[in-house]
């Protein structure tokens, strides 16, 4: 079975950063998609920023110019690099991952955000 476990979150002031971490008991070199949600209470989850085996990246209208997703290999971790935080940022975010040979979605346990003064 394979884990995803989140790392990196806590309480940060309004234009603040922080780095989510992602990292993965499997390789990622394989990896067919790999991606940050968030889900804000009340909310729908939703896609915040993505990562595909072409190294193209994809990010919400919401977090561009402000958040960067990136991979490093040799650790199997994905990070999510958040600045200029915003209130409307606070939610828990999770990381999502899917390999090509399987195509099986899989979820980390989430790790929350809070932007507040």
């Known amino acids: 079975q394979v884990q995803l476990v989140e790392s990196g979150g806590g309480l940060v002031q309004p234009g603040g950063s922080l780095r989510l971490s992602c990292a993965a008991s499997?390789?990622?070199?394989?990896?067919?998609?790999m991606g940050w949600y968030r889900q804000a209470p009340g909310k729908q989850r939703e896609l915040v920023a993505g990562?595909?085996?072409?190294?193209?990246?994809n990010y919400a209208d919401s977090v561009k110019g402000r958040f960067t997703i990136s991979s490093d290999n040799a650790k199997n971790t994905v990070y999510l690099q958040m600045n200029s935080l915003k209130p409307e940022d606070t939610a828990v975010y999770y990381c999502?991952?899917?390999?090509?040979?399987?195509?099986?979605?899989?979820w980390g346990q989430g790790t929350q955000v809070t932007v507040s003064s």
């Open positions: 999502n991952a899917k390999w090509a040979t399987d195509l099986l979605n899989y």
């Open positions: 499997r390789s990622i070199r394989s990896i067919y998609y």
């Open positions: 990562i595909s085996s072409g190294s193209s990246r």
